[in-house]
Structure formats: C-alpha cells, structure tokens
C-alpha cells in the first residue's frame, strides 16, 4: 500500500466536532419506538431485529462496553454454549460455531459479542453506555408506562452525599428488559407498587431453564416486555449460566412480539 501523510489535525477541531455529533445523535435517543435496557445478547439480538424493520431504538447500558456476561463466556475461559438451533442466529452474522453434538454448539464469546454489537450498529441501533436506569416515567390514572430516568452510572456509584446531579428522562413506546439477573425495570415497578414482587432466578438447571425463558418471554406490564436472562428473575425460573440459546432466541422472540404491540398501537 502507497505511504501517504497522515492529515494534520488541529486539537480543537477535534473536540468540537466529537460534541456537535454526540450532541446530534443524542436528539436521537430522546425519544424512541423502542428503547432496550442492557446490552447482553438477548438485548442485542432484540435490538438489531427491531432497528433492521426501520424502528427508532435506542440500547442503554450501564456498563463502559457493551455484551454483558457474554464477553467471558463460563469461568474466564472465553467458551460459551450454544443450545440448538440458536447457533443459526451467530452463524448469519459470521460467528464460528463449533458443533458439539446434535444439541449444542461452543463459540469463543469475544469473538461472538463483538459481531452482535456490529450487527446491532449495523441494523441502526443507537446506544447509550455508562448510563443508569434510576427510575421509570409512569403517568395516569391508568399508570401508563412511557419511559425511563437516567443517569451517568459513576455519578450514581459515588452516591448522592458526593455528586448531586439530577437525572434526565428518556421517553419510548415500548420498553424491554434486558437486565438479566436484576430486572431492572420490573423491579422498579415493584418497588413502586405497580408490581407483585419479583422472585429473581431459581437454581441452575439449564435444560428447564432454557425452556422457561423461551415459554415466558413478552410482556410483563403494559408496555414492557422481558427478554432473556431477565425472564428469568421474572418468573422464578431457574438460571442457566454459561448457555446462551435461549437468550438469543428470546431476543428474537421478544422482537416479533414488541413489532405486534407496535401496530396495535399505531391503531389506537
């Protein structure tokens, strides 16, 4: 390849045009068709599915990266499992899967997350890490559920006593779950009396668990819907830990679920 000088670049150009583009993407996820709270498989998966149809979504994650508990796969050792048949979904987006058996596959997990968060991007995803659901908007007598409360993530670990910064709210048609263990969003509402109290995940069983999540993933409360992991916590079920299927699929299932709700309420 032909060696060229590097353009020169001034400091402050730099500075100025990083923030006129955040601050223009960020207009963006002020208000959306869907927004998704964390950015695990499931959320990912659920994301690109929603924003490939040309709806406005928008992942928020806590976190400085993005994938969750899909980065290391079980025990540091950087392999996952992949029940069948959601190794199709790695395999369309260009993820090896190494079969097993005729049950399971294994993948390397950084290699799997990092082309998840592309094909997110790719379909149109806009995403917010390092930030925090605190709250949710709940308005009317009916407690309509239409968006979330947000903050930077290491204001809130520092605690109020030493950084005071009022949150900001995000508005959203619909809302998905994507915490995993923690339920965010129904957990909120819990606390807040709009529901019963969340169980959180059972024991390790993965073979009931798999089947659980698939079986109750959709929606919660009016207008949020729980995908992977976080079905789970909503219902009981047991945990499944290094096996992935079904929070894959749940993605996929939660989407064509939120796309129904989607025209529902555009005829309303």
Known sequence: MEQREIAPLQEVEITRNIAREAYAAFDQVISSDVLIIGSGPAGLVCGAELASSGLNVVIVEQMNHLGGGFWNGGYLMNKAAIAHPAQEILEKIGVPCKKISDEMSIVDPPHATGKLVGAAFDAGVKVMNMTKVVDLMIRGEENRLEGVVVNWYPLEMMGHDAAHVDPIALETKILVDATGHDAVALQILSNRGFYKKVPGNGAMWVEESEEMVMKNT??????????????????????????????????????????KKLSVLSQT
């Open 218 to 259: 959709g929606e919660a409360y009016p207008n949020l819907f729980m995908v992977g992991l976080s079905v789970a916590a909503a219902y009981g079920s047991p945990r499944m830990g290094p096996s992935f299927g079904a929070m894959l699929l749940s993605g996929v299932k939660g989407a064509a679920l939120i796309k």
